[in-house]
């Protein structure tokens, strides 16, 4: 009887360490593998490739800060896209003022290993620049498209291109990057283009 304990009470408590090894293999099978650091564009272009979301910031009607978080998706080519509703500010603010920011943290991954958010090894890159809304028909407007609605399926449910919604994308002008405990480093936009994910 006590060997029969003995065995449920080591199945018990094996099957979560089990469970969470094979969950660690199996994410680390669908996205690649963290670069280094150091390597600061390829570095920036493997956050933006691996994430889903972030806050997007405008500039209010009174001219305050803004920020909304919004899903996103660069389609594998770094310039980040959005899907945004007319019944949501942001847009509305963009119009009037186009110039703006998106933060992103590499927190959401679950790639910090226990680190604090904030704390400057679980990085986050900031991109500044100007919110413009891409022409339905246009080339960009169609591949943005459909890189979001890959990474985000439930936004095919949405109207699409109607007047409700619109494909808008961040025009980069500078970069702000922290993944190391050294001071932020500012990317110019043709290196990070320039490097591979």
């Known amino acids: 009887m006590e060997t029969i304990k003995a065995t449920i009470l080591h199945n018990f408590l094996l099957a979560p360490i089990i469970f969470a090894l094979i969950i660690s293999q199996v994410s680390s099978l669908s996205s690649p593998a963290r670069p280094p650091p150091e390597n600061a564009p390829v570095f920036a272009r493997w956050?933006?490739?691996?994430?889903?979301?972030?806050?997007?910031?405008?500039l209010d009607s009174a001219r305050?800060?803004?920020?909304?978080?919004?899903?996103?998706s660069d389609g594998g080519t770094g310039t980040?896209?959005?899907?945004?509703?007319t019944l949501d500010p942001t847009p509305h603010y963009a119009n009037v003022n186009p110039r703006s920011s998106f933060t992103l943290s590499e927190f959401e991954l679950n790639s910090c290993r226990g680190k604090d958010p904030q704390s400057p090894l679980c990085a986050k890159i900031t991109f500044s620049?100007?919110?413009?809304?891409?022409?339905?028909?246009?080339?960009?407007g169609i591949l943005a498209q459909g890189a979001?609605?890959?990474?985000?399926?439930?936004?095919?449910?949405?109207?699409?291109q109607n007047g409700t919604f619109s494909v808008f994308k961040l025009d980069i002008r500078s970069i702000f990057l922290v993944n190391l405990a050294a001071p932020p480093r500012?990317?110019?936009?043709?290196e990070y283009y320039l490097a591979k994910p």
């Open 148 to 160: 979001l609605l890959k990474k985000h399926p439930q936004f095919t449910g949405f109207p699409l």
């Open 80 to 85: 980040p896209y959005f899907y945004l509703s």
């Open 186 to 190: 500012l990317l110019t936009v043709q």
């Open 47 to 58: 956050l933006v490739k691996q994430g889903f979301w972030g806050v997007l910031n405008t």
């Open 129 to 140: 620049g100007r919110l413009k809304m891409l022409a339905p028909n246009s080339r960009e």
């Open 64 to 72: 305050s800060p803004f920020g909304n978080v919004m899903s996103y």
